[in-house]
Structure formats: C-alpha cells, structure tokens
C-alpha cells in the first residue's frame, strides 16, 4: 500500500524554471527504503529516463540531455523527491512521472523503467519558445 503523486508542473518560457516534487505515503514508503527516478513521457513517444537518486541521498544520476540543468533531491525524512529544472527548453516539453523502487543498498540508483515498481500519475511541464 502506498502512492506516488506529482505536483508542480506548468506553462513556463524557454529558459525559464520549474520544480517538481513527488510526495510518498503509505506503508510501503514509510518501512522500505526506496530509490526514485523521474522520467518523462511526450505523446507518441516512449517514456524516458530523466534523473535518479539514491534512498541514502549521496548518488544521483542524470540523463545526457538534462545534466547541468537538472538537479534531483530529497528531503531528510524521504517523503518527498524534488526535480529542480533551470534552462529549459521546448524539447523538456512532457508528461514527468516519479518511480520508485525498493532497495537494499542505500547507495543504488536505477535509469530503466522496468527497475522501477511503483509509479505517479504524472504531472505536465510544457516549454514554449
């Protein structure tokens, strides 16, 4: 038992900002420790991975179109994963989706969807020029 929700998308201009969040609750994220991911989705393409983090915080990983703009991170009690997006750009136009999965390692990060077991319904972030 337990769910991921979105929150924090929206119309922004090219270059502009955005911060995503993704709020856990339920049994399942408070008694397991979990890596999460964000990954996107635009219509008519497949979903794709965007960033990771670790549950222990101190490993990230980046998709090769979003490093140096994208910065992913959780708050100290683990309920809540940010997507902080600066620079962006028509292309980052998308559905972003949170994905969890249970871990062992504190230290673990993930970037394909069929690591992930638990997903948000999604939020839309659309870039105009």
């Known amino acids: 038992q337990g769910q991921l929700v979105e929150s924090g998308g929206g119309l922004v201009q090219a270059g502009g900002s955005l911060r995503l969040s993704c709020a856990a609750s339920g049994p399942t994220f408070s008694y397991w420790a979990m890596a999460m991911g964000w990954f996107r989705q635009a219509p008519g393409k497949e979903r794709e991975f965007v960033a990771a983090i670790s549950w222990s915080g101190d490993s990230t990983d980046y998709a090769d179109s979003v490093k140096g703009r994208f910065t992913i991170s959780r708050d100290n009690a683990n309920t809540t994963v940010y997507l902080q997006m600066n620079s962006l750009k028509p292309e980052d136009t998308a559905v972003y989706y949170c994905?969890?999965?249970?871990?062992?390692?504190?230290?673990?990060?993930?970037?394909?969807?069929?690591?992930?077991?638990?997903w948000g319904q999604g939020t839309q972030v659309t870039v105009s020029s």
């Open positions: 994905a969890a999965r249970g871990v062992i390692s504190g230290s673990y990060v993930a970037r394909r969807t069929h690591e992930y077991e638990y």
